[in-house]
């Protein structure tokens, strides 16, 4: 008997099952797959999100269907949205000025967020509070490479802000497209895409858990209309865009609700038709123009609505307001008997105003809600109490900027 070497049985067990494979591959049994083979035209070929990836993405860049096959409908509609707009979203980072102890200014590392990059000339939204003290900002894009960029325009009173960054020539940016929050459902599914803990790019899937939440952001701005989402969103992903399952920006994360600082399922977004109203503004003008009551108004405590006896115990006493100016021309009565309240006079007897535009108002933080969306030379309805009875007046509403700073 002629006995093999441990070489030749090696080479002989090979050549057996190559030739078995090309045999199976002759009859259809194995298919061999290769890079250049379509996807089969199936149910999963045709699928949403097969669709929405090939009308969606550049073809230079278009992922070939058949890597989509092995997934399921909704695992290949979170491939297709991620793959397609990660690169649309930026990672920013601030620097601030601090004063040692020489008492010289110097700079210092700020905090970090995320945006959507929103037009091809480098425009960028954020959340205010991303950018808000920063000396510096920094745009860092998704293959790496690093911009300064400078502040357009800022809204407080909704988190919002617009930077701009000067990409270099050939270089061609991927945008977040708009889409609308007016139509929301809760329950509907939702992605978040951002920068959470540092981390790049990280994407986050969940549902709208809740529709027009009035978050107070600080002691005079309440946001409203707020989205409650349940997807992830930690310290980092700020400024970053809550997307539907077509990958259009629906909301922008701002802030999470959280005893410990990390991610528990509440979070919440600043609804994208609120941002689609200003960022115009802020690109043109740096701001948004708002529209005021040319009057000054004092909200109503506990011992303001004892010592004068009010009517009410919520709402804003009208002070004093501009001679001859708007407010007086509608009919809004001031206050005549002054009172001092530590180093302010308050003056009593005046109107109450107590909604604004539909909106009770109840506090200085509800009047700028109730007009955060009017301009100046609008009319808005307004009811008041006028000693025991309930007045309305249409009042024609002045520059806000311009009424804060005349001290009225």
Request: glycine share 12%; aromatic share 6%.
């Amino acid at each position: 008997m002629k006995l093999y070497s441990r070489g030749q049985l090696l080479l002989f067990c090979g050549l057996s099952g190559l030739i078995v494979a090309v045999g199976a591959v002759g009859f259809g049994l194995l298919r061999i797959p290769h890079k250049a083979d379509p996807m089969p035209v199936s149910a999963e070929a045709d699928s949403p999100a097969a669709e929405l990836w090939q009308s969606n993405y550049p073809q230079s860049l278009q992922l070939n269907t058949a890597d989509l096959a092995p997934y399921a409908e909704d695992e290949r509609e979170n491939i297709v949205i991620y793959e397609r707009l990660n690169s649309a979203v930026v990672n920013i980072t601030t620097e601030t000025v601090a004063i040692n102890w020489f008492l010289e200014p110097v700079p210092q590392e700020g905090g970090s967020g995320s945006g959507s990059i929103i037009d091809t000339r480098g425009y960028v939204l954020t959340n205010n509070h991303v950018i808000e003290n920063a000396y510096k900002v920094f745009i860092n894009l998704a293959d790496g490479s690093q911009f300064e960029g400078t502040v357009v325009g800022t809204d407080p009173e909704n988190d919002l802000a617009v930077l701009k960054f000067s990409p270099p020539r050939g270089l061609e940016l991927r945008t977040v497209p708009f889409g609308t929050s007016g139509n929301l459902k809760v329950g509907q599914k939702v992605l978040a895409i951002g920068n959470p803990f540092a981390l790049e790019r990280t994407l986050t899937v969940g549902i709208v858990s809740g529709l027009g939440r009035p978050i107070q952001t600080s002691q005079q701005h309440i946001i409203r209309d707020m989205i409650q989402t349940d997807a992830s969103i930690n310290p980092g992903n700020s400024g970053g865009p809550l997307l539907d399952t077509q990958g259009r920006m629906i909301g922008i994360n701002t802030m999470i609700y959280s005893p410990s600082g990390g991610s528990v399922g509440i979070g919440f977004a600043v609804p994208v038709n609120t941002a689609k109203r200003v960022v115009a503004e802020l690109i043109e003008y740096g701001k948004v123009r708002r529209g005021w009551i040319d009057a000054t108004v004092v909200q109503l405590f506990p011992a303001l609505v004892r010592y004068a006896k009010l009517p009410v115990s919520g709402g804003l006493l009208v002070s004093r307001i501009k001679r001859s100016g708007l407010a007086e021309r509608a009919g809004v009565r001031q206050g005549s008997e002054p009172v001092r309240y530590g180093s302010s006079v308050i003056y009593l007897g005046g109107d109450i105003i107590t909604a604004v535009d539909g909106m009770k108002t109840t506090t200085l933080a509800d009047l700028y809600a109730a007009l955060e969306d009017n301009k100046p030379g609008e009319k808005v309805a307004v009811e008041m109490r006028r000693g025991g009875e309930t007045v309305q007046l249409e009042i024609t509403l002045a520059d806000r900027e311009e009424v804060l700073s005349s001290g009225r």
